[in-house]
């Protein structure tokens, strides 16, 4: 079993930046794929990045695409998503899972774990 814990979320103008980061618990953090997804006031949940567990392999929602970057230390047990150039409709709570695999990346039904979110808010 893995627990998850975001932080880094805050507010930003326009622009910014933010680093926010997953700290997990277990000790088979190594072995699961990670995600981050996002869900804004009155919006459905969406599929934000990826990555594998090597880290050899990420994945991006084209509207992030060339401005965030997922990342993964496994030896901190700690998933990254490093979001630059932000914009008012990135705000949104944040939330990373932990998945057996890749398999299904954008579906967040193929993620067993989940941690409780992080508000980003960009002001424009």
């Known amino acids: 079993q893995v627990q998850l814990v975001e932080s880094g979320g805050g507010l930003v103008q326009a622009g910014g930046s933010l680093r926010l980061s997953c700290a997990a618990s277990?000790?088979?953090?190594?072995?699961?794929?990670m995600g981050w997804f996002r869900q804004a006031p009155r919006k459905e949940r969406e599929f934000v990045a990826a990555?594998?567990?090597?880290?050899?392999?990420?994945y991006y929602a084209d509207s992030v695409k060339g401005r965030f970057t997922i990342s993964r230390a496994n030896v901190k047990n700690t998933v990254y998503l490093q979001m630059n150039g932000l914009k008012p409709e990135d705000t949104a709570v944040y939330s990373c899972?932990?998945?057996?695999?890749?398999?299904?990346?954008?579906?967040?039904?193929?993620?067993?774990?989940w941690g409780q979110g992080t508000q980003v808010t960009v002001s424009s």
């Open positions: 899972a932990a998945a057996d695999s890749l398999a299904a990346y954008r579906e967040f039904d193929e993620y067993h774990y």
């Open positions: 990555i594998g567990w090597s880290a050899g392999s990420t």
């Open positions: 277990g000790r088979t953090f190594t072995t699961y794929a």
